[in-house]
């Protein structure tokens, strides 16, 4: 039997833990193609089929699973005496995974991330961004940005930002011609944009004031998962728009849309960076939490 190479190895384990070639090839930062010639040769070297593959999903086989048991702790170690050499340097070098909702990507990012990478030269920045919510570890991320009401167990948790909040938000046009709601109740009279997640879902609209909680579902003329699209629309005049108020900070200090009922809307927790707790951090990560723990003095 042929050595395998550790390379292929590692390719192997990256597809088998996101059951795809494609996704695999996007945490990597790699061609799908490239991975595929690498399983090939695997499968080869080893003799033995390691991964069932249909043009709807990748799923190991029963040697492919014993396999990728084993040698996920055996790569990991790998990893981890690779990245101890990384103590030695005056900075370290690696790459950094992140996986983050739109949110963060739009908002928080943009002011901490280049100034990161401009103070950590060795390092290269992977950055994720959808609104699912995954597993970042068994996706092969360092870490995730979550809110609070996300955030998973036994993780730890660093604040990324102060506090944000929603905002409704609507064209002057719209709110000369329809008038301004000055209660939570009466968005149900008037149309409005929704935000749709990739799951299919959309989030109610949530107000509070003196201990009250309203929540609701209104209707109207777009549904989108496109951010962009909700703004230009809410300008144009279709109706309300609820989202975070970083999305539209340009356009309202521009004139360009006002808010209303904003003593309903208090703010909330900023998102957070988080990690497994563990012993051994890698390089990038530990460099990337310090300095934001240094931001948020």
Not at 23 to 41: D, Q, T
Not at 90 to 109: F, M, T
Not at 253 to 276: H, I, K, Q
Request: with cysteine.
């Amino acid at each position: 039997m042929a050595q395998p190479d550790l390379a292929d190895l590692d390719a192997f384990t990256a597809v088998a833990r996101a059951r795809s070639f494609r996704g695999a090839a996007n945490i990597r930062g790699v061609s799908a193609s490239s991975l595929s010639e690498a399983l090939r040769r695997l499968e080869a070297a080893l003799g033995v089929r390691l991964l069932n593959r249909t043009t709807r999903s990748v799923t190991p086989t029963e040697a492919g699973e014993r396999l990728l048991a084993r040698l996920t702790p055996a790569l990991a170690d790998v990893t981890l005496a690779l990245d101890e050499v990384n103590a030695y340097r005056d900075s370290p070098v690696g790459v950094l995974k992140l996986n983050v909702p739109g949110a963060a990507a739009r908002i928080v990012l943009p002011d901490l991330i280049p100034r990161f990478l401009a103070a950590h030269p060795g390092v290269r920045a992977e950055v994720t961004v959808e609104d699912s919510f995954v597993d970042v570890l068994a996706a092969g991320y360092d870490a995730g940005i979550r809110y609070d009401e996300r955030l998973e167990k036994d993780m730890i948790a660093v604040p990324l930002s102060g506090p944000q909040r929603f905002v409704v938000a609507a064209s002057p046009a719209y709110l000369a011609t329809n008038g301004r709601p000055t209660h939570p109740d009466e968005v149900l009279a008037h149309p409005c944009i929704r935000h749709r997640f990739p799951s299919g879902g959309s989030y109610a609209w949530e107000f509070e004031k003196d201990g009250q909680v309203i929540r609701v579902s209104p209707e109207g003329p777009l549904v989108t998962g496109c951010v962009e699209l909700e703004i230009a629309a809410a300008e144009a005049g279709l109706g309300l728009l609820a989202t975070f108020e970083g999305f539209v900070a340009q356009a309202i200090a521009a004139g360009r849309l006002e808010t209303v009922l904003d003593d309903w809307l208090p703010p909330f927790s900023g998102p957070y960076l988080y990690y497994p707790s563990r012993r051994h951090m890698p390089a990038p990560l530990r460099a990337f939490v310090d300095f934001v723990k240094a931001e948020r003095r």
